[in-house]
């Protein structure tokens, strides 16, 4: 892919494609860490690009001001061009669906605890200010991690188990 920049970011592979964006596994060189690199191109309709972009930072403020175990950690918030973008922690681990594609059916105990788990990351009662880009199309779908059991959606970042 070359070097491509994501404001401070250089990005390394593309983990999944959207409507509105796309979502990189990048390198932040400042402090020497992989992280999640989410994007919205603001120039597919120049008449919503203000909601757009409002809506967007609205996500990564309400996801950043948040510190549960199924919840990713926000780092950054940033603009490059055209592009709005997320900075957050990168799971590494298998998609959900590709789980789901490979066993054509996943075993009633493992679909529960996987249920469970991702429920844990919403609050008891849904408010207004945690409404996320959820409501515009899903770049990827919930990430499962093999050895870490968690879990990444690029619209509701969540994780399946505790921090480590």
Known sequence: MGSQQIGRYEVLTVLGRGAMGVVYKAADPVLNRIVAVKTINLSLDPDLRDEYEARFQQEAKAAGSLSHPAIVTIYDLGKAGDLAYIAMEFLDGQELHD?????????????????????????????????????????????????????????????????S
């Not at 789980?99 to 009633?108: D, E, G, K, N």
């Open 99 to 163: 789980l789901i594609s490979a066993t054509q059916r996943l075993p009633v105990k493992q679909a529960m605890y996987i249920a469970a788990q991702v429920a844990g990351g919403f609050p008891p009662r849904p408010s207004r200010s945690l409404r996320t880009s959820a409501q515009t199309p899903q770049v990827s779908g919930p990430r499962i991690l093999s050895s870490t059991r968690r879990a990444l959606s690029s619209s509701w970042e969540r994780r399946l188990t505790k921090r």
